[in-house]
C-alpha cells in the first residue's frame, strides 16, 4: 500500500501562487507514476500533471492543456516527496487537489491522497 498526504492548499488571489506538496510513504522510484488531479464542485476529477518516476525515462512530465505554463510539477527523491508549484492562478482553478500514484506492480495498482483544498477568489 502506498499512503500520500498532501499539504499547501488554501485561499489565494487571481494571480496569486501557491505550492502543493505530496509525501510519499516509500521511494517514488518504486512507483510507476506521480500525478495531481482536481475535482471541482459538480465536475468530474481531472488530471492536471503527472510525472513519469519509473527507472527508464524519470522525469518526464505531462499538463492538461488548461495549466501548461502556469503550474510545474517536481519531484524531491531524497525525501518521497512531489509538488505541485502553481502560478498565475485563475478562479477557475478552484478546486480540490489530489497526489495520486500508480504502482502497477502492487496490487492495488492505484493510489489517492486525502485532497487538499485550493480556492482562487476574484
Known amino acids: 500500500q502506498v499512503q500520500l498526504v498532501e499539504s499547501g492548499g488554501g485561499l489565494v488571489q487571481a494571480g496569486g501562487s501557491l505550492r502543493l506538496s505530496c509525501a510519499a510513504s516509500e521511494s517514488i522510484f518504486s512507483i510507476n507514476t506521480m500525478a495531481w488531479y482536481r475535482q471541482a464542485p459538480g465536475k468530474q476529477r481531472e488530471l492536471v500533471a503527472a510525472?513519469?518516476?519509473?527507472?527508464?525515462?524519470?522525469?518526464?512530465?505531462n499538463y492538461a492543456d488548461s495549466v501548461k505554463g502556469r503550474f510545474t510539477i517536481s519531484s524531491d527523491n531524497a525525501k518521497n516527496m512531489v509538488f505541485l508549484q502553481m502560478d498565475s492562478l485563475k478562479p477557475e482553478d478552484t478546486a480540490v487537489y489530489y497526489c495520486?500514484?500508480?504502482?502497477?506492480?502492487?496490487?492495488?495498482?492505484?493510489?489517492w491522497g486525502q485532497g487538499t483544498q485550493v480556492t482562487v477568489s476574484s
Open positions: 495520486a500514484a500508480l504502482k502497477p506492480s502492487s496490487s492495488t495498482g492505484f493510489y
Open positions: 510525472m513519469f518516476t519509473g527507472s527508464t525515462g524519470f522525469g518526464r512530465t
